[in-house]
């Protein structure tokens, strides 16, 4: 049986274009699976998987939130933080319509809208990080640093706890 290709997406262009070192990493996608999922069939921590979570402000605003794969964002932190008065996951309509991704593909790269990038601090310490390569079933690896070179990601501290 052929090996599977990956699938050539807006981000992945978009990391050779700018010629950011990453691997490709293809695993059997599974609805409402999220990172744990993942990072399960890649046989990696979950805390290196990075979630890419399409979110808006009261006024509607979109923003990108990237959280580990094994913590919540504290959407109450998060608006504080930002100096707004909420924050909210957008519905998976609006986060498609926003990011030009699937919800379960979202990639911070390439987003068919641009937003600002919020990414949490400690993210930014790992060695490498797994993060949406911009379809449902794949990820890649490479460095966090890419996120505030390439995303201007803005480091926070919106983590709420671990997810059991």
């Known amino acids: 049986m052929a090996k599977k290709r990956p699938p050539m997406t807006a981000a ?3 990391l050779r274009q700018h010629g950011i070192d990453f691997s ?3 695993y059997r996608y599974e609805t409402g699976g999220g990172a744990r999922h993942s990072a399960r069939e890649l046989g990696v921590d979950p805390h290196q998987v990075v979630k890419t979570l399409i979110m808006e402000d009261e006024e509607r605003n979109p923003l990108i939130v990237l959280m580990h794969g094994d913590r919540e964002v504290s959407t109450k932190t998060l608006a504080r933080a930002l100096g707004v ?5 957008c519905a998976p309509t609006v986060a498609d319509r926003h990011s030009g991704y699937q919800v379960g593909g979202t990639s911070p790269f390439a987003t068919r809208q641009s937003m600002p990038v919020y990414c949490e601090a400690s993210i930014l310490e790992l060695e490498r990080i797994y993060i949406n390569g911009g379809k449902r079933g794949y990820l ?3 460095s966090p640093g890419v ?3 390439l995303l201007d990601a803005v480091p926070i501290q919106a983590a709420q706890q671990d997810i059991p």
Do not use: G
């Open 24 to 26: 490709d990493h293809l």
């Open 140 to 142: 890649v690896c490479l």
């Open 12 to 14: 992945i262009r978009m």
């Open 85 to 89: 008065k909420s924050i909210s996951p």
């Open 147 to 149: 996120l505030t070179a």
